[in-house]
């Protein structure tokens, strides 16, 4: 059995970016399982924000934010008016 300064050499010489990889990989296949998983995560995730930094969203971000989905939206339909359109979809 190893020891307590044994466990603690060993989690501080241990390959961060395989562990990094790994988190990311995690993290990405739970995002995918469900919408409520996918819910879920974006709720927690937006709470640990709140949590480190208690003004987060700034209003400034808020808008600047909103701009970007405004900008994303407007591309989106422009794209989607080039496309043709299929017999017996309208």
Do not use: C
Request: glycine share 4%.
């Amino acid at each position: 059995m190893k020891t307590a300064a044994a466990n603690v050499r060993a989690f501080v010489r241990r390959d961060r970016r395989r562990v990094a990889m790994a988190k990311r990989a995690y993290w990405a296949s739970a995002a995918r399982a469900t919408p409520k998983v996918t819910i879920a995560l974006a709720h927690a995730l937006y709470e640990h924000a709140k949590a480190v930094s208690p003004g987060f969203p700034s209003e400034q971000s808020r808008k600047d934010d909103f701009a970007h989905h405004r900008r994303l939206k407007g591309l989106i339909d422009r794209a989607a008016r080039s496309l043709p359109v299929r017999r017996g979809s309208r």
